[in-house]
């Protein structure tokens, strides 16, 4: 059972590019959640998917986008990407959508936009 | 004010001895509580949840959760060198809406020294 991954594990960008971190879970969860992490602000939530065809905004998510087209997957796309965007981003994935539950993080993808 | 606060740290122990980790929240209406380690370069991984006031023990890790003080805290006894790391504060906002979602603090960075 790999749990949840997430590609590409890093990568560099020009600002302006659009780009699409994919993330992947087998453990047939219901919600799954992205989150950015920067040094000194700790996890942000950016947007998060309650159940396979539905998302919704998290606490930091302009600039992204997201979709839930199926359980198992959840990209987050960010259409043209700013320096600001610079961070590591981590997929999760919880049985229940409703905070009681264990939440499993992917590996992250480190970003850094030029 | 931030919505879960910790002590950013660095907090350092002696190997074998007891580490304290404090959180405070401001939502009374939380219900859910937990607590992540992370390691340098990798990602969260949860190793105590707690729902009621009291204490709950887990091996060498006790949680303790005191609703009408707003917080919660982490007890690692006998700390040990692979201990070393940064330790995240996660609570449920209460329910309706987006307010399932947790909210993390920005972390305690805890060193065990040999």
């Known amino acids: 059972i790999a749990g949840i991954t997430q590609a590409p594990t890093s990568q560099i960008l020009a600002a302006g590019r659009r780009m699409t971190l994919r993330c992947t879970q087998d453990m047939r969860h219901n919600a799954m959640y992205w989150y950015r992490q920067d040094l000194g602000l700790g996890l942000r939530l950016i947007h998060y998917?309650?159940?396979?065809?539905?998302?919704g905004k998290g606490e930091v998510p302009d600039g992204y986008s997201v979709s839930r087209a199926n359980t198992d997957d959840f990209p987050l796309t960010l259409a043209s990407a700013v320096p600001s965007q610079t961070s590591v981003y981590f997929c999760a994935s919880s049985d229940s959508p409703f905070g009681t539950d264990t939440q499993y993080f992917g590996p992250g993808t480190r970003l850094t936009v030029l | 004010q931030k919505e879960v606060e910790q002590n950013s740290g660095p907090l350092s122990v002696p190997e074998g001895a007891i580490a304290s980790l404090n959180c405070t929240y401001s939502?009374?209406?939380?219900?859910?509580f937990f607590w992540y380690r992370q390691y340098s370069g990798k990602s969260p991984e949860l190793i105590m949840s707690?729902?009621?006031?009291g204490d709950k023990e887990d091996g060498r890790f006790t949680a303790q959760l005191n609703k009408a003080s707003q917080y919660v805290s982490l007890l690692i006894r006998d700390s040990q060198p692979s201990d070393s790391a940064t330790y995240l504060c996660a609570v449920n906002r209460g329910s309706g809406g987006s307010n399932y979602k947790l909210t993390f603090g920005k972390g305690t960075l805890l060193t065990v020294n040999p």
């Open positions: 707690i729902y009621s006031n």
């Open positions: 939502d009374r209406g939380s219900q859910s």
């Open positions: 998917s309650n159940t396979a065809g539905t998302t």
